[in-house]
């Protein structure tokens, strides 16, 4: 393994998936890992970009055959990373990235040593003002919403196992996208440099 994988972890509404499609365009050589879920996708989501969308059935294929290397179940679906997105590209010298849930970052922690890895937690403030970007992204029952609380609870115990903490609060995007860009960019210029 001469690569580094990146784990970029948040509650829902941090602001998570709009810093990593800020990464995507302003940091080219990154590898970006597909995981798989079983949840439908979302307006904006396309197939085989951040998600392979597959079926129930599909997703207990892979848990069978040894596919993933973690997965998890949250708000009724499941989401699992593929051994062959993770450990392929490390072992090729590639920085990846890959945005998972504490579950995950738990797993992987004990299968990726910590000289190869960074855990980046993105702090988006106070319950609250999640809560408000949440039901302003997309309509969602007040059931699921609860789930996100609980889950947001959970969620920033987390930001102990993190390496770096990134903060989104409103009105703060750019100097979030500055300051994560920026970690990432050390990291490839290192790992590179090796």
Same mark, same amino acid.
């Given at each position: ?9 948040? %509650?829902? &509404?941090? /602001? @998570?998936?709009? #810093? ?6 302003? +940091? ?60 392929? %590209?490390? &072992?090729? /010298? @590639?920085?990846? #990235? ?6 995950? +970052? ?64 409103? /009105? ?23």
């Amino acid at each position: 393994m001469t690569g580094h994988l990146i784990l970029v972890m948040a %509650p829902s &509404g941090s /602001g @998570k998936s709009l #810093l990593v499609t800020h990464l995507r365009e302003a +940091v080219p050589e990154l590898y970006f890992a597909i995981s798989c879920t079983t949840r439908d996708p979302r307006p904006h989501e396309k197939e085989g970009e951040t998600y392979y969308f597959i079926t129930e059935e599909a997703f207990d294929e892979k848990i069978k055959t040894g596919a993933f290397l973690e997965w998890a179940e949250f708000g009724g679906s499941r989401y699992g990373t593929l051994v062959a997105e993770i450990v392929d %590209p490390l &072992g090729e /010298g @590639k920085v990846v #990235l890959r945005e998972v849930e504490l579950q995950g +970052v738990l797993a992987i922690r004990q299968i990726v040593p910590a000289i190869h890895r960074t855990v980046i937690y993105i702090d988006g403030g106070p319950w609250e003002l999640l809560e408000k970007r949440i039901l302003r992204r997309a309509p969602i029952s007040a059931e699921h919403v609860a789930l996100r609380k609980e889950r947001y609870i959970e969620e920033s115990k987390s930001k102990a196992f993190a390496d770096v903490i990134i903060e989104n609060v409103e /009105g703060h995007l750019d100097d979030a996208k500055r300051d994560l860009q920026t970690c990432v960019e050390s990291i490839v210029v290192r790992v590179g440099g090796r």
